[in-house]
């Protein structure tokens, strides 16, 4: 049965942020390597988490569905006593259990177009009427996302436009783009396959103040017909869904097409650099899901961020995907409830 947000975990979260995570990005984790040599693990340890969740513990490999914990990301598993007492991880934070997890640093899942990807007709051909899944970007970008959904605005002289939702990485190309901003499907397309306009995304917020979604809306323009269904799945159902540990989740983006995964932590907190307006800087996301995928594979890749997430058997929305571990099993998604109350919208 999935676990829902666990309440007395979050101020551990808040906890193990201020005195864990928050020092190892400022000693540079973001851009730290793994260490070869034993002599560098006190270098590596002051510089190690990079991101927090709540999830089952694992213990010999083997996930212990009963019991929740306080995970710990780490670029690196290190010898206990190889580890300098201060940069040491504990075994409990006000009585609750931690765990650590050894995986890659998060990175956006907006790339340059891949031919030889598995679902690349999605990122290459003009389909109409649109569905959820295919490629989109503004023009001149050097990469792509995913169209992620259809919506409405709750505000005022907007009720009667249509709108796709996907990333603000996507939709606005990390900030290089401002509203207004022509988007296309498929991208780098002629102005015939000009679909709408970029309408409004969230700002970012600098570290280490919390960021909780990535997301635009753009304008569909008269020519762009559409289909309020995700490419080979078919409608979703309402309403909305939190995330929950343990859940069945899928998603189709442009890039890896339809994936099976399961939500391993909730809430989930991870740094990213992201190029906003060109100047790389880190970004802290906070109340996020982690997922990885139930079959052989990852989740997602480049191309697939803006890809809607939603639970396996109902096809109730769940989340928006926007970031992944670089080269590793995780992918990461915002709660769809905070992506429509962050930009006052209304999924179709």
């Known amino acids: 049965m999935p676990v829902t947000k666990h309440k007395p975990f979050e101020k551990v979260l808040q906890t193990a942020a201020d005195r864990f995570l928050l020092p190892s990005v400022r000693r540079g984790v973001m851009s730290a390597k793994p260490v070869l040599d034993s002599a560098d693990a006190g270098l590596r340890a002051a510089a190690n988490v990079h991101s927090l969740g709540i999830g089952f513990k694992r213990t010999n490999g083997l996930t212990q569905n009963g019991t929740l914990a306080l995970r710990f990301f780490v670029l690196q598993k290190l010898p206990g006593g190889q580890i300098p007492p201060e940069f040491k991880l504990p075994r409990d934070i006000e009585g609750f259990p931690t765990d650590v997890v050894e995986s890659p640093i998060a990175r956006n899942e907006l790339a340059p177009l891949n031919r030889d990807a598995h679902c690349v007709g999605l990122a290459t051909t003009a389909i109409r009427p649109l569905v959820s899944g295919l490629g989109i970007a503004p023009r001149n970008s050097y990469a792509h996302g995913t169209l992620s959904w259809f919506c409405s605005s709750n505000r005022p002289g907007e009720q009667d436009r249509k709108f796709v939702l996907s990333n603000w990485h996507v939709l606005a190309n990390y ?44 304008s569909l323009n008269g020519s762009a017909p559409f289909v309020p269904e995700v490419h080979g799945i078919g409608p979703i159902a309402p309403p909305m869904l939190a995330p929950a540990i343990g859940m069945a989740v899928e998603k189709v983006g442009c890039t890896s097409c339809r994936t099976v995964g399961v939500i391993t932590d909730f809430p989930f907190l991870c740094t990213i650099g992201m190029p906003y307006g060109g100047v790389t800087s880190n970004y802290l996301f906070s109340d996020q899901a982690r997922i990885v995928s139930s079959q052989p594979g990852v989740f997602s890749q480049g191309g697939d961020s803006g890809s809607i997430v939603l639970e396996l058997n109902t096809k109730r929305p769940v989340a928006l995907l926007f970031a992944s571990e670089d080269n590793g099993p995780g992918a990461f998604a915002s709660p769809i409830e905070e992506v429509c109350q962050a930009l006052d919208i209304t999924l179709l």
């Open 175 to 218: 900030g290089l783009h401002a509203p207004g901003a022509s988007i296309f499907q498929p991208p780098g397309a002629g102005p015939t396959c000009e679909i709408g306009l970029l309408h409004r995304s969230v700002a970012l917020l600098p570290h280490p103040q919390p960021n909780f979604v990535d997301a635009a809306i753009a």
